[in-house]
Nanobody
Framework: QVQLVESGGGLVQTGGSLRLSCAAS????????MGWYRQRPGNQREWVAS???????NYLDAVQDRFTISKDDAKSTVYLQMNSLKPEDTAVYFC??????????????WGQGTQVTVSS
């Protein structure tokens, strides 16, 4: 069984920074794409950023130039560096990792979620 463990959330003031981590562990696996989603109060879960196995990145317009997604393949870990945080970034952040399965669609797993609260 594969497990994703998130860490790094917390309370920060407007303009502050946080770094989220999501580490995969468990049975042998091969990772495809990795990403971060968030669910703000009263809203549906939305995509925030993603990184391909080759390292190409994409961002939600609202976080472009403030957030940076990166990964450490040796540690099977994806990160989200969040700078210049705004109150509207307050949300529960979830990591998503696609595990490659030969001949079948990728198997997506989700982290448990970590709360990020930005005070004004």
């Amino acid at each position: 069984q594969v497990q994703l463990v998130e860490s790094g959330g917390g309370l920060v003031q407007t303009g502050g920074s946080l770094r989220l981590s999501c580490a995969a562990s468990g049975r042998p696996f091969r990772i495809g794409g990795m990403g971060w989603y968030r669910q703000r109060p009263g809203n549906q879960r939305e995509w925030v950023a993603s990184i391909t196995s080759g390292g190409a990145t994409n961002y939600l317009d609202a976080v472009q130039d403030r957030f940076t997604i990166s990964k450490d393949d040796a540690k099977s870990t994806v990160y989200l560096q969040m700078n210049s945080l705004k109150p509207e970034d307050t949300a529960v952040y979830f990591c998503a990792v696609d595990f490659i399965r030969l001949g079948r669609p990728p198997d997506r797993h989700w982290g448990q979620g970590t709360q990020v609260t930005v005070s004004s």
